[in-house]
């Protein structure tokens, strides 16, 4: 588990997308003095941050999570979600 943002990490999934830093800024909403002090892990991800960064690089939000050493909670797929309303419902109408 990466206790620290792992740059090496996050610059190998970009260059394996064709994608630089400034473009993973721009498609997260960050501007790119945000991205490098992140890079320099002197500023954490938010959950949309994690989100989007996952959805650019083309892996979970876990991944991102893991390699960001980010305490932010992991977002949910919109089933992760569904599920979680349906129990608690469930659960509320007691059955």
């Known amino acids: 588990m990466a206790l620290f943002f792992d740059p090496q990490w996050f610059d190998a999934r970009l260059a394996e997308r064709g994608l630089t830093r400034a473009m ?3 498609a997260s909403g960050m501007r790119e003095a945000d991205l490098a002090l992140v890079y320099k892990d002197q500023r954490e991800l938010s959950v949309a941050e ?3 960064f996952a959805q650019a690089l083309g892996v979970t939000p ?3 999570a893991l ?3 980010v305490s932010t909670p992991v977002p949910e797929t919109v089933d992760e979600k569904i599920a979680a309303l349906e129990a608690e419902l469930a ?3 007691g059955g």
């Open 62 to 64: 876990a991944e991102v």
């Open 91 to 93: 659960r509320l109408k």
């Open 50 to 52: 994690v989100a989007a």
């Open 67 to 69: 390699n960001a050493g």
């Open 24 to 26: 993973l800024a721009a």
